[in-house]
Nanobody, 116 residues
Framework: QVQLVESGGGFVQAGGSLRLSCVAS????????MAWFRQAPGKEREFVAS????????NYVDSVKGRFTISRDNAKKTVYLQMNSLKPEDTGVYFC?????????WGQGTRVTVSS
């Protein structure tokens, strides 16, 4: 059974930083490209960043370029999202999933709240 568990969210003031982690189990993690998604209050879930299985390729939504960095540690079956210079519009629940995402892999997410 595949399980993705996100952590690291919290409450932070604008300009602050957070580091999110996502630990995978029940899956050959190194075989998959991984991604982070987020869902803001009242909005649909959106893509934030992705990373290839070998960490050579990363992609970001324009709104986070230069502020967020995605990385992974295949030995630890973990993908990270370093978020700097946070803005109130970054508020939401952050999820990880394979890329492209699999419906069965969605976890509970981790909540990020950025105050102005």
């Amino acid at each position: 059974q595949v399980q993705l568990v996100e952590s690291g969210g919290g409450f932070v003031q604008a300009g602050g930083s957070l580091r999110l982690s996502c630990v995978a189990s029940g899956v050959t993690f190194s075989n998959y490209a991984m991604a982070w998604f987020r869902q803001a209050p009242g909005k649909e879930r959106e893509f934030v960043a992705s990373i290839g299985w070998g960490s050579r390729t990363t992609n970001y939504v324009d709104s986070v370029k230069g502020r967020f960095t995605i990385s992974r540690d295949n030995a630890k079956k973990t993908v990270y999202l370093q978020m700097n210079s946070l803005k109130p519009e970054d508020t939401g629940v952050y999820f990880c999933n394979k890329n492209p995402p699999a419906k069965a892999y969605w976890g509970q997410g981790t909540r990020v709240t950025v105050s102005s």
